[in-house]
């Protein structure tokens, strides 16, 4: 009986019911303990927690790999690292899917909200996101589409470069909430098949004055309004704006 796993404050919350019973104890080291048989999973499933879940699993099928230093140094790996991002999205996928229609079960509404972190242009270049960021995208979204859920997708800081490339995304099931991007453009590539939101900085109800919010967004619901398929949203709360701002914005957009 292996009585010496785990150690320190954790034996005492995982002792067992025969703790103590048994006068033959064996205390190999853990990959002794494994060959016997017998293993066990991570207490922490997130071992570098600055890293995404994905990058968690690919980290651990690293242990899977041919490639060695001298090959990933000069990029000689790259089929098989494609290959091994795609097995961990298969992986990862199916539960992600499960979860968001668990949760949206539990409400009335059926949007399941979807922030586009670090897909800014900027942090990914255009070829990076369409090789590996857009596919991943696609897929989440087809899968939420097909469980009846409408994704609201919240593209964060500048995405002018990426609008055509979110045409992909399945028409007329996508509501597309846009932080920082040319909005007349963006109605021209994908009003026809999306439902598009944002357009418009809180940043500008702190410093701005109400005439030119009332002249700003004049001209962007007279770009945005026409045909519908647009939901008026600021870019983020209402902290420390200034009232006869808001009032502004509210009185304008009515």
């Known amino acids: 009986i292996v009585e010496n796993y785990p150690q320190g404050k954790m034996k005492k919350a995982y002792k067992g019911e025969g703790q103590g019973t048994f006068k033959e ?78 949760q949206a079960a539990q409400s009335e509404g059926r949007f399941v909200f979807v922030p586009l972190k670090n897909g800014m242009e900027g942090y990914l270049s255009l070829e990076q996101y369409e090789e ?59 009003g026809q098949d999306h439902c598009l939101s944002g357009g418009f900085y809180a940043y500008d109800l702190v410093h701005s004055t109400p005439e030119a919010i009332r002249e700003y967004l004049k001209s962007l619901l007279d770009v945005m309004a026409p045909g519908g398929g647009y939901i008026f949203e600021c870019s983020s709360g209402l902290d420390n704006c200034k009232k006869e701002n808001v009032h502004a914005m509210f009185d304008t957009v009515r």
């Open 132 to 190: 590996f960021y857009l596919p991943t995208l696609v897929k989440l979204c087809e899968g939420l589409t097909a469980r009846g859920l409408t994704p609201l997708l919240s593209a964060e800081g500048p995405y002018t470069s990426r609008l055509e490339l979110l045409r992909a995304l399945p028409a007329g099931k996508c509501v597309i909430r846009l932080d920082n991007a040319d909005m007349p453009k963006a109605k021209q590539i994908l």
């Open 25 to 102: 104890c064996i205390a190999p080291t853990p990959d002794k303990v494994t060959d016997l048989g017998m293993s066990r999973t991570f207490q922490n499933i997130r071992l570098w927690k600055s890293q995404t879940v994905f990058t968690n699993v690919l980290i651990a099928k690293h242990m899977r790999r041919s490639s060695n230093i001298f090959s990933a140094t000069f990029g000689l790996n790259r089929k098989e690292e494609e290959k091994q991002r795609e097995e961990v999205m298969e992986l990862l996928l199916p539960p992600i899917l499960e979860n968001a229609a668990a």
